[in-house]
């Protein structure tokens, strides 16, 4: 067989994808070092500044906001069924609204660059958006339509509305095609799926993000005479970011009360989220750097080199994370952490513990304890030097063994 036919097509869709921020540009780079013998293109969405290349497509928000309004026709109470009557006249101009958001644009694009049967399209932030899309495209090209993997990352997929993503999901659940796969990225997520609505979903899809699984720091890296803890990303409730003042408050009275502690909060955010009122106001007695405790403001906008490289000069990651919402949905900055031989100091509860309880992790609860947990580490680092090092081997493992690869191997010798 000729390399020529040895090689598949991939397409990657990623809807979110507009700029270097967060994990969405990520995820294209590590499905193609997962894939590397596949073709891969990808799409985008509407607003994609072009900073990866050429798109194959971008996808528009119109076609998001008909496929929202057609989910309240089929599914909503009397009220959300007129209300969404008045918008999809006001917006679409008709009561005719598409069978889902970009099923037919996919189907477009598939044609273009001719994938058929033995191709591929993944999705790797799903949702019933793209879920629907999947099964109109399949409709659509029938038998040689490609094999379609979704990875969902939360509970809500993409739809707030409880009652209705419980019917969305449903009617999609009782006539979901055979080429039609999914995934979630943690374990826990995928047992929720599996118990509360019989969904065929396998866990364990991890894609690696900003910082590279298969590199070992260098140990003896000489960073700053304070032990640094890094906050990262930008500031949102869920992720605990306004806990951060009264856990570090907490900690200058340990560093009162206790041995000095010489310890630096490298904390992302803008300007303004440390100004007086912003969600880190509190911490502006510690910006000026008299104090055994200071606090190092960062730019949340920098390119992934630049974070990348934050990133190796901290010494461990702080994630005060909501647990309600992190229980099942997983963290980029985990697999970052892990991968980087990073201690983790996280919330008791949260999701991702396959890779947490290797001796690299800490967990807390109240603010009290998130501070105990950071004294801890900051005390005596090199008792979890041991631990980091094997949940980065772990988490080499996991990401050689993605559920994924079982099918591809299926799918090289045809449906």
């Known amino acids: 067989m000729s390399e020529a036919r040895d090689r598949r097509k991939l397409l990657i869709v990623e809807r979110k994808l507009e700029h270097n921020r967060g994990h969405h540009h990520t995820q294209i780079?590590?499905?193609?070092?997962?894939?590397?013998?596949?073709?891969?293109?990808?799409?985008?969405?509407?607003?994609?500044?072009?900073?990866?290349?050429?798109?194959?497509?971008k996808l528009s928000a119109k076609s998001i906001k008909m496929a929202r309004l057609r989910s309240r026709l089929q599914h909503g109470t009397a009220f959300q069924r007129l209300g969404a009557l008045f918008g999809s006249v006001k917006l679409a101009h008709s009561v005719r609204l598409p069978l889902s958001a970009f099923g037919t644009s996919l189907v477009t694009i598939c044609r273009q660059l001719q994938l058929g049967a033995?191709?591929?399209?993944?999705?790797?932030?799903?949702?019933?958006?793209?879920?629907?899309?999947?099964?109109?495209?399949?409709?659509?090209?029938?038998?040689?339509?490609?094999?379609i993997c979704l990875r969902f990352l939360n509970t809500e997929l993409g739809d707030r509305d409880e009652r209705i993503r419980a019917k969305r999901l449903g009617a999609i659940l009782k006539r979901l095609p055979a080429n039609v796969f999914l995934f979630t990225e943690t374990d826990e997520l995928a047992g929720y799926f599996r118990n509360h609505v019989k969904m065929p979903v396998e866990g364990g899809f991890y894609l690696p993000c900003s910082v590279p699984a298969a590199v070992?720091?260098?140990a003896q890296v000489n960073r700053e005479p304070r032990f640094r803890i890094g906050v990262f990303g930008e500031p949102r409730p869920e992720?605990?970011?306004?806990?951060?003042a009264n856990i570090v408050a907490a900690l200058a009275e340990l560093a009162v009360t206790g041995s000095p502690l010489l310890?630096?909060?490298?904390i992302?955010?803008?300007?303004?989220d440390f100004r007086e009122g912003g969600i880190y106001g509190d911490l502006r007695g510690f910006l000026d750097g008299e104090q055994n405790i200071i606090v190092s403001p960062q730019d949340n906008r920098i390119s992934p080199e630049e974070f990348e490289k934050l990133f190796h000069s901290v010494d461990a990651v702080l994630l005060p994370y909501e647990r309600?919402?992190?229980c099942l949905q997983g963290s980029g900055v985990v697999q970052d952490a892990v991968a980087g031989y990073?201690?983790?100091?996280?919330?008791?509860?949260?999701?991702?513990?396959?890779?947490?309880?290797?001796?690299?992790?800490?967990?807390?609860t109240t603010d009290r304890e998130f501070a105990e947990a950071i004294a801890v580490v900051a005390t005596d680092p090199l008792r979890f030097q041991q631990g980091t090092a094997r949940a980065a081997a772990y988490f080499q493992d996991a990401l050689a063994a993605n559920p994924l690869l079982p099918l591809l191997g299926a799918s090289l010798q045809g449906r």
Request: a negative charge; zero cysteines; charged letters at 15%.
């Open 29 to 57: 780079s590590a499905l193609k070092m997962l894939l590397p013998n596949f073709d891969a293109n990808f799409v985008a969405g509407e607003a994609y500044d072009g900073f990866l290349g050429a798109a194959a497509g």
């Open 118 to 147: 033995t191709d591929l399209i993944i999705v790797p932030t799903a949702d019933l958006d793209s879920l629907e899309s999947g099964v109109e495209l399949t409709t659509i090209l029938g038998d040689n339509a490609p094999r």
């Open 216 to 218: 070992v720091p260098d």
């Open 239 to 244: 992720k605990g970011s306004q806990r951060l």
């Open 263 to 266: 310890i630096d909060f490298v």
């Open 268 to 272: 992302q955010g803008s300007a303004a």
């Open 324 to 326: 309600a919402i992190y």
């Open 342 to 364: 990073k201690p983790v100091i996280h919330t008791r509860g949260m999701s991702m513990m396959a890779l947490l309880t290797h001796g690299n992790g800490v967990p807390a």
